[in-house]
Structures are given as C-alpha cells and as structure tokens.
C-alpha cells in the first residue's frame, strides 16, 4: 500500500488544518493508520492513530481535545482534523501503516509504508 499526505500549511496560533492520507495499490483493509510527526532537531513522534477495521482511535496527550483523527474506507482516505493549533504543532507530519491494532502510543518501528509528509507551520 501506498499512502499520501497533504494538507500542510502556514497557519495561526488557534487555527485549523486537515490533514489528509490517501492510501493507493494493494488493499489495506486491516489495521490501523496512525500520524506522526517530527519537528526540527526533534524524533518522530506519533499523534494519532485509528483502526481500519472498526474506527476505534488513540491520541497523543499533546493533542486531546484539539485533533480529531477520522476515516473514510470508501475513499481509502484518513483525516487529521487539527483545531486550536498553536505554535509547538509546528512539523512534518507524515501518516504510516501498521498491520496492528491501536493500542496507546505505537513505536514508529511497527509502521511501514510512510507517506513523503506534508509540513504544518504555526505562527504565533
């Protein structure tokens, strides 16, 4: 499977984006897509994560509250809905896919097939 993000861009201090992933080629129909992102100087760190097969999510204590991650199966499409935006959001955000089952914070290690990423600055 083959996945693209998109969706990045400059924003405000408070404001929103969505984020959007695109899975192409083989069938992905098990498992769980996940968000992570990895600002400068800083290691990947996962955001957000949602099971394919029954729509159940994990998010990072960072984002509660302000991100709300979403599914559409017919459209092979994951959504990252990111409200209250504030300057520490600022990174490369990039979506991944695991053949597990959410269960709190995945390593990065589990996924595979990452997305080129798609960049999100906040200003303050």
Do not use: H
């Not at 969505?18 to 400068?40: D, H, K």
């Amino acid at each position: 499977v083959q996945l693209q993000a998109s969706g990045g861009g400059l924003v405000q201090t408070g404001g929103s984006l969505r984020l959007s992933c695109v899975a192409s080629g083989s069938t992905f129909n098990s498992g769980t897509i996940g968000w992570f992102r990895q600002a400068p100087g800083k290691e990947r760190e996962g955001v957000s994560y949602i099971s394919i097969n029954d729509g159940s999510t994990v998010y990072a204590e960072s984002v509660k509250g302000r991100f709300t991650i979403s599914r559409d199966n017919a459209k092979n499409t994951v959504y990252l809905l990111m409200n209250s935006l504030r300057p520490e959001d600022t990174a490369v955000y990039y979506c991944a896919a695991s053949t597990a089952q959410p269960a709190g914070i995945m390593p990065y290690g589990i996924f595979f097939s990452w997305g080129q990423g798609t960049l999100v600055t906040v200003s303050s």
